[in-house]
């Protein structure tokens, strides 16, 4: 897999564990979907 590619999935990784880690906010809904929407997208 190339770098780029590879860099890309870590930032993934990373919006999905920081979505999973505020979910318990309910006054961060807005910030959850943002991460995961910027996973989904990459």
Known sequence: M???V???LLL???DIK???LIIV???LTGSVAFHC???IEK
């Open 2 to 4: 190339k770098k780029q």
């Open 18 to 20: 920081v979505a999973s």
């Open 12 to 14: 993934a990784e990373k």
């Open 6 to 8: 590879n860099d890309w």
């Open 37 to 39: 929407q910027q996973a």
């Open 25 to 27: 906010q309910q006054e």
